[in-house]
């Protein structure tokens, strides 16, 4: 190359344009560019040579002026048309000749500037351009538009990100999705989430920790979270919505009644008083107790419970969908449901005052509580009395003499639970709690072990062994459910712990499982030989497959259901459960934390009811005003049962996190 010769070559990845100055070595040239500055390059790295004439460094800027009205990248699709057309391949001084008529220097290197940035219609090979196949221009051209519009979105995106944490109100679009749900599962799952990088991006971009919080945090300012959003849930595969299908087929039901395929075979029983007897917040009302006075002076009882296997045929939309769910869950920002909520509180309920279908369970009992006689009908009743354990509790410690009825169920109830205990039964009552949220308020009620809970928990255990009986005596295919024999500590050793929670507490950590299975077997804590449940079918899978499995034999028909679909049944539905009783034990673990954590004025009176590491001091202690146990480390000796003041000083519910300080009074100060 001659002194004076403009020559383009790679600085740092740049294309840069320099003048020629001279030879340096054997091999190496010295470049200067338009600001004078010297460059020492191999030839290698000289990508193209500007002919014509000889330039000075200055006159770079004005070659770079004259080549710029050339540079339209557009104008390569005409060129391209003609030599794909031709099948011929190009260099700089053809395509300038193609395009501009003319081959001037500037020309030419503006050529090969379009070449060379061009990624859409010609290919380098060698010193020349071939022209790009059409079939891969089209390929390319629906790659880039296909970017563009990711650019687009992604530009959108950031917009509404920033209207949204200015306090605007925005309306999120599909194409948001992919770093939203980045973020959900950043926030969920941390470093175990898959496809992080977009919420690491995207909390990069808005200078805020990567951390999963801080993507909790990103989602609660950007209103797609709440300040609670419940986490424990959405790791789960709980569904919180009902498929369209399901809703249409519950809404053609209540509008279009559904043959009853009992009909003419129903029990009347409408003339019986019927009590159903919950909570004042329940709407699922799935069980009733009647009390009626046979001829000879025998009082039989009768447990009616809903009938919700009426609407449903096993393998349809309803049905398939309670199994899919399994249970209801039951939370303190309210219920997922098995059953669409407008069918689960209409017309599978026992509704007060409505002619209702049920499935009702009479019973006999021996002088000493043990089951003399039974019967099982599918029944009409007309629900009379529509009352709250308060109402029950109350009419049994008045002794309403209008209701009779209560107080006979109620001693009938005690005299089962004696027999039961008799039997070998180990109750274990250990305080608990109901927690509602309402609104913005928190509230925490204990539940007493009153007279009218104990008396509806014994006609359900009840009607669970009437139905286990009947399933075992016609050998049906019915989720029995069974305990083993618990191997507690001797008495003496049990004796040695306060009586009370603590006793319960530790009887508690002895009690093995219970367990579901299509054999039959003893129920230890209940002590019964056989048990099943049956009291629940709005709200418990298990419960409605024994309805269908009874209620076909009640009728004469083959089960629905043979042996191997309900071992297959029974198998599936034990995770199922699981997984709700771990979401209802980890919301209320955080609702009753959020609780505390707005009641640090408080005092609380608790209990150590057992270690967790005696070594470290961390006991177990329950507050009794609210029947909730939880972690306490202690800084003086403590023994188990003793009782003491305390207060909240720190709480974060969303890191299960709570601290206790003791309120130190002269009696529980150590001595000097």
């Known amino acids: 190359m001659e002194k004076g010769t403009l020559v383009e070559f790679r600085h740092h990845g740049e294309r840069r344009l320099a003048v020629v100055d001279r030879p340096e070595g054997k091999k190496h040239w010295i470049l200067v560019d338009d600001q004078g500055n010297s460059h020492t390059v191999h030839p290698r790295q000289i990508t193209y040579e500007v002919g014509g004439t000889t330039y000075r460094p200055a006159d770079i800027p004005s070659f770079y002026e004259e080549i710029q009205p050339y540079l339209d990248p557009a104008s390569l699709e005409i060129a391209w048309e003609i030599l794909i057309e031709e099948g011929e391949t190009v260099d700089p001084k053809g395509m300038a000749l193609l395009l501009f008529s003319e081959e001037t220097p500037a020309q030419c290197y503006a050529s090969h500037l379009l070449l060379c940035n061009d990624k859409l219609y010609f290919k380098q090979k060698g010193d020349r351009y071939e022209p790009r196949p059409p079939n891969q221009v089209a390929e390319i051209k629906h790659q880039q538009e296909v970017e563009q519009q990711r650019e687009q979105e992604t530009q959108l995106f950031w917009q509404r990100v920033e209207q949204c944490l200015a306090g605007e109100v925005v309306e999120w679009r599909g194409s948001d999705r992919t770093r939203l749900d980045a973020l959900e599962r950043f926030a969920l799952y941390g470093e175990e989430a898959s496809h992080t990088g977009p919420a690491l991006e995207t909390l990069s971009s808005l200078n805020r920790p990567q951390t999963p919080s801080a993507s909790f945090q990103l989602l609660v300012d950007l209103g797609i979270w709440s300040l609670h959003e419940n986490l424990s849930l959405w790791r789960s595969q709980i569904p919180t919505q009902f498929p369209a299908k399901v809703l249409d087929v519950a809404q053609y039901y209540l509008q279009s009644p559904q043959p009853d395929p009992d009909q003419g075979h129903r029990f009347d029983l409408t003339h019986l008083k019927v009590y159903t007897i919950d909570d004042e917040s329940t709407r699922e009302i799935d069980d009733g107790v009647s009390l009626e006075f046979l001829e000879d ?79 099982i009908h599918t029944s009409i009743i007309k629900p009379t009395y529509r009352l709250t354990y308060d109402d029950v509790d109350e009419m049994l410690h008045l002794g309403i003499k209008a209701e009779p009825e209560i107080e006979i169920l109620g001693q009938l109830a005690k005299r089962r639970q004696q027999w039961r205990s008799s039997q070998g039964a ?184 057992r270690w967790l590491r005696e070594d470290s001091n961390l006991g177990l202690v329950m507050l009794e005003e609210l029947g909730l146990e939880l972690p306490m480390r202690f800084n003086r000796d403590i023994e188990l049962g003793d009782r003491f003041e305390v207060k909240v000083t720190h709480s974060d519910p969303r890191q299960d996190v709570i601290q206790f300080q003791e309120i130190i009074s002269p009696a529980t100060e150590p001595a000097v």
Request: hydrophobic share 40%.
């Open 297 to 375: 002076g025998t009082q039989k009882i009768w447990i009616h419970i809903a009938d919700p296997t009426r609407l449903i045929t096993p393998g349809d939309e309803l049905d398939l969908e309670a199994r899919r769910r399994t249970t209801s869950v039951y939370l303190p920002t309210g219920m997922i449901p098995m059953f669409p909520p407008e069918l689960a509180t209409g017309p599978m309920s026992l509704v007060q005052g409505k002619i209702c279908c049920a499935l009702s369970f009479g019973v006999v009992l021996n002088e000493d509580g043990s089951l003399k006689d039974y019967s």
């Open 426 to 609: 180990i109750s274990i009552y250990m305080p608990e709690s109901m927690i509602k949220v309402e609104g913005d308020e928190v509230i925490v009620k204990l539940l007493d072990d009153s007279l009218s809970r104990q008396m509806v928990a014994e006609m359900m255990i009840l009607t669970g062994e009437v139905a286990a009986r009947y399933g075992q005596e016609h050998n049906l295919a019915l989720p029995y459910r069974s305990q083993p024999q618990p191997e507690l500590p001797p008495e003496e050793e049990l004796l040695q712990l306060p009586a009370g929670a603590v006793r319960a507490c530790a009887l508690r950590r002895y009690m093995p499982r219970s367990e579901v299975s299509l054999t039959p077997a003893r129920h230890a804590s209940l002590a019964l030989e056989t048990y099943t449940q049956v009291t629940s079918p709005i709200r418990r899978y298990s419960d409605l497959l024994a309805h269908f499995q009874i209620k076909a034999h009640l009728r004469g028909d083959d089960p629905p259901f043979s042996v191997e679909q309900m071992q297959e049944m029974v198998m599936s539905l034990g995770p199922a459960v699981k997984e709700a009783s771990k979401v209802e034990r980890e919301t209320n673990r955080y609702w009753s934390l959020e609780y505390l954590r707005r009641q640090t004025d408080e005092v609380w009176e608790a209990i150590l009811l």
